[in-house]
Nanobody, 125 residues
Framework: QVQLVETGGGSVQAGGSLRLSCAAS????????MGWFRQAPGKEREGVAA???????IYAGSVKGRFTISKDNAKNTLYLQMNSLRLEDTAMYYC???????????????????WGQGTQVTVSS
C-alpha cells in the first residue's frame, strides 16, 4: 500500500506561483513513477506532469514551460512548482503513484495505481 498526502494548494492571482508537495509513505520505491493530475468542476481528471523512476519528466502541453515537477527520493516527496498561473489552472490537484505501465510513464488516469485526496488550487483575476 502507498499513502499520498498533498499540501500547498491555495488561492493566488493570475500570473502568480504556487508549489505543491506530495508526501509519500508505505511501500513506494524510489524507482516508482509519480505524477500530478487535476480535475476542474464538471471536467474529467487530466494529467499534468509525471516523472519516471529515473526522475525524467513529462508534461501536458497546457503546462509545459510553466510547471516543473521534481522528486526528492530521500524525502519521499514529489513537488510541482507552478508559475505563471492562469484562470484555467483552477482545479483540485491530485498526486498519483505507481504507474502500471512502468517503465513507460503516461498521463492517462487508469494507468496509475494510487491517489492522494487532493489539494485545491484557485486562480483568480
Amino acid at each position: 500500500q502507498v499513502q499520498l498526502v498533498e499540501t500547498g494548494g491555495g488561492s493566488v492571482q493570475a500570473g502568480g506561483s504556487l508549489r505543491l508537495s506530495c508526501a509519500a509513505s508505505g511501500s513506494l520505491k524510489s524507482s516508482d513513477c509519480m505524477g500530478w493530475f487535476r480535475q476542474a468542476p464538471g471536467k474529467e481528471r487530466e494529467g499534468v506532469a509525471a516523472v519516471d523512476g529515473d526522475g525524467r519528466p513529462i508534461y501536458a502541453g497546457s503546462v509545459k514551460g510553466r510547471f516543473t515537477i521534481s522528486k526528492d527520493n530521500a524525502k519521499n516527496t514529489l513537488y510541482l512548482q507552478m508559475n505563471s498561473l492562469r484562470l484555467e489552472d483552477t482545479a483540485m490537484y491530485y498526486c498519483a503513484a505507481v504507474c502500471v505501465g512502468a517503465p513507460i510513464v503516461t498521463l492517462i488516469v487508469p494507468d496509475w495505481g494510487y491517489w492522494g485526496q487532493g489539494t485545491q488550487v484557485t486562480v483568480s483575476s
